[in-house]
C-alpha cells in the first residue's frame, strides 16, 4: 500500500474515533516513510488513545520534519500542543515555556490570524497575572472573531470563563463556558481536541462552583462525541474534577470510580492530577465517616494546595486535633492573596478549629481577618460556609436569634446550590441551636438531618444526629431499609424500573448512557439488599403508595 494511502486510511480512522486503528496505520505510514504528516498523526492519535508520553515523543518529531518542510503554521500548532501537553499532563513548567517560545518562533512570518491568536491564547494560559492573562484572552477573542473560527473562539472562551469564575464572577464566567460548551459540542468541525479542552474546563468551573446540575447537563449533552471518539475527560486533571464536583453534590456511589480512574491514570504522569483526585477521596473518606482512611490519604497530601490544607486540616479536626488542624489553615491562608475566593472555605474551616478549642475570640477573628476591603467577589459554597460559621460562632457566644438567623441562611444557601451534605449538617447545627428554647423545633431538624445524612452515608454526622434526638428525648428511628438510602437519579431509575422499562428505555427516558443506567441499577440492587430487578420492582410497587 502506498504511503499516500496509508495516510488517507489512517486520517478517516481517526475522524470516525476508532484510534487504536488509525495508530495502526499512521505507524505503517511513518515506518516506510517518515513524513511530518505520518508522525504527527500518530502524536495525536497516542494522546487521544492515553498515551502522553508516546504522544509527546512523536510530536516533538513533527515539530522538526514541519519545520524542515518549510510548513511553519503547522509547526506553531504542534508546538503549542506540547506546551499544553507538558504543562497539564507532566506539570513541567520549564518544558511548557520552551515550546511556548519555540511556537512564537515558528510563527514569526505568519499571517495567519487563527495561528497568531492560538499563540496569544496559550501564552494567556501560561500566564501567572490574572490581569494581564484576561487581556491575553480578550484579545485571541478578536483574532478569532477576525478569522471566523470557531475552535479558536470557543477555547478563549472556556479559559475566560474558567478565569472568571475561578475570580469569583461565577455566573459571567458560566455564560462564557455553556457557549463555549454549545460551540464545540454543536456540530463543531474543528480540532476535536478542543472539545477535551472546553470539556475539562467546564468540569473545573463546575468543581469550583460546586454546580453539579451544569456539569451532569453537559455531560449528557457529549455521551454522543463520547460514543464516537471516547470520554472527553481523557486528561486525569478532568476526571478528578467531575469526581470532587459529584462528592459535593452528594453522589458518592459515582464519585469513588471516577477518582479511582484518575489516581490510575495519573500515576507515572503529573503531581497535580494525583494531588487533586487524592484530596477529593479523603474528602469522601472524611463525610463517609471512615476516618482511618481519610488520615492516611491526607498524611499524603500537599498542603501548599489550598484544597488538600483544607482536607488536611478537616481530618485533624475530627481526629480531636483543632490546633493542628488551626496551624495548617493559618498557613495555607498566609500563601493566597487576601482577595482569593479560595480563602473562604479556608477561613470558615479556620473558625471552625478554634471553636473546637474552646477559642471565641479566634473563632470571630478568623472570620474577620480574611475580608478584603473592598469586598471581593465570593464563590457560592465558600460564602455560604462563612455564613454557617458566623452562626456557630453567634450560638458559642451565647446570641442564639442571631445563631438561628445564619444558620437558617446558610441552610437555604446550600439547598439552593444542591450541596446536600453541607445543608444536611447546617439542618444539625440548627437543631443544636435551638435544642434548649425550642426542643420541637429542634427535634424536627435533627429528624430531617438524620434522615439526609443516612442517605448520603455519612457516619459520623449521622451518629451525632441521633445522639441530639436521644437528647431531646426522640427515639431515633431504625436504619431504613428502604429507598431513603438511595440517590435521587437512583429513586428515578427504580420508579421507570418498576414501570417496566428496560435499561435502554430507561436511557432514553432520563438522558443517561446505558452503562450508567447499569450502574445506577447494580447500586439499586445492593443498597436495598435485593437480588434481581423483579425484586426491585415489586419493591417500588409496594412503597410507592
Known amino acids: 500500500m502506498a504511503t499516500i494511502e496509508r495516510l488517507a486510511t489512517a486520517r478517516a480512522a481517526a475522524e470516525a474515533g476508532r484510534w487504536e486503528e488509525a495508530r495502526a496505520a499512521f505507524a505503517a505510514a511513518a515506518a516506510v516513510d517518515e513524513s511530518a504528516d505520518a508522525v504527527d498523526g500518530l502524536g495525536r492519535v497516542c494522546w487521544w488513545l492515553g498515551d502522553v508520553r508516546s504522544a509527546i515523543r512523536h510530536r516533538e518529531r513533527a515539530f522538526t520534519l514541519l519545520r524542515q518542510a518549510g510548513r511553519d503554521d503547522e509547526a506553531t500548532i504542534a508546538a503549542l500542543d506540547l506546551c499544553i501537553w507538558y504543562l497539564t499532563n507532566l506539570e513541567n513548567e520549564a518544558a511548557a515555556g520552551g515550546w511556548l517560545s519555540r511556537a512564537a518562533r515558528a510563527a514569526e512570518h505568519t499571517t495567519d490570524p487563527v495561528v497568531r491568536g492560538w499563540l496569544v491564547l ?21 483574532l478569532a472573531a477576525e478569522a471566523s473560527d470557531d475552535g479558536l473562539h470557543a477555547m478563549a472562551l472556556a479559559d475566560l470563563g474558567l478565569l472568571l469564575v475561578a475570580g469569583g464572577e461565577v455566573e459571567d464566567g458560566m455564560v462564557l463556558l455553556d457557549e463555549a460548551m454549545a460551540t464545540t459540542l454543536g456540530g463543531f468541525g474543528g480540532r476535536l481536541e478542543v472539545v477535551v479542552w472546553s470539556s475539562c474546563n467546564m468540569l473545573a468551573a463546575c468543581s469550583l462552583a460546586q454546580d453539579l446540575r ?8 457529549a455521551e454522543e462525541f463520547t460514543e464516537t471518539y471516547g470520554c472527553p475527560f481523557l486528561q486525569a486533571r478532568c476526571r478528578a474534577h467531575y469526581g470532587s464536583v459529584l462528592v459535593a453534590a452528594g453522589s458518592w456511589d459515582l464519585a469513588e470510580p471516577e477518582l479511582r480512574r484518575a489516581i490510575s491514570m495519573s500515576e507515572d504522569l503529573g503531581r497535580q492530577p494525583q494531588l487533586e483526585a487524592r484530596t477529593a477521596l479523603a474528602a469522601l473518606r472524611l463525610r463517609q465517616g471512615r476516618l482511618s482512611e481519610a488520615t492516611e490519604l491526607a498524611e499524603e497530601l500537599d498542603t501548599n494546595s489550598p484544597a488538600a490544607a483544607l482536607v488536611s486540616a478537616e481530618v485533624r479536626l475530627a481526629a480531636g486535633r483543632p490546633d493542628e488542624a488551626a496551624a495548617l489553615l493559618r498557613a495555607a491562608l498566609g500563601l493566597l492573596h487576601p482577595d482569593d475566593p479560595q480563602s473562604d472555605p479556608l477561613a470558615a474551616a479556620l473558625c471552625e478549629a478554634y471553636l473546637a478549642a474552646g477559642d471565641i475570640s479566634g473563632a470571630e477573628a478568623a472570620l474577620a481577618g480574611s475580608r478584603a476591603e473592598p469586598p471581593r467577589p465570593a464563590l457560592p459554597r465558600g460564602s455560604a460556609q462563612r455564613t454557617r460559621c458566623a452562626g ?10 442571631t445563631a438561628v438567623r445564619r444558620l437558617a441562611e446558610a441552610l437555604a444557601a446550600f439547598e439552593r446550590h444542591d450541596l446536600p451534605f453541607e445543608a444536611a449538617r447546617a439542618r444539625l447545627d ?44 426522640v427515639t431515633p428511628g431504625p436504619e431504613p431499609r428502604d429507598s431513603g438510602v438511595l ?34 441499577v447494580s447500586s439499586i440492587l445492593t443498597k436495598l439488599a435485593l437480588r434481581s430487578r423483579a425484586e426491585a420492582a415489586a419493591f417500588a410497587t409496594r412503597t410507592r403508595g
Request: glycine content about 6%.
Open 392 to 401: 456557630l460562632v453567634a450560638a458559642a457566644s451565647g446570641d442564639a436569634s
Open 122 to 142: 496559550i501564552g494567556a494560559y501560561l500566564c501567572s497575572d490574572a490581569t494581564a492573562r484576561r487581556a491575553g484572552l480578550e484579545e485571541a477573542l478578536r
Open 487 to 520: 440517590t435521587r437519579r437512583e429513586h428515578d431509575v427504580l420508579t421507570l424500573l418498576a414501570d417496566g422499562l428496560s435499561n435502554p428505555e430507561i436511557a432514553e427516558r432520563l438522558f443517561l448512557s446505558r452503562k450508567t443506567v447499569a450502574h445506577h
Open 430 to 473: 440548627l437543631a443544636t441551636a435551638l435544642a434548649t428554647h425550642d426542643p420541637e423545633a429542634a427535634a424536627g431538624y435533627a429528624t430531617e438531618a438524620l434522615r439526609a445524612l443516612r442517605r448520603l452515608g455519612a457516619a459520623g454526622e449521622t451518629a451525632a444526629a441521633a445522639a441530639l434526638l436521644r437528647q431531646l428525648g
Open 214 to 221: 451544569r456539569a451532569t447537563q453537559w455531560c449528557r449533552v
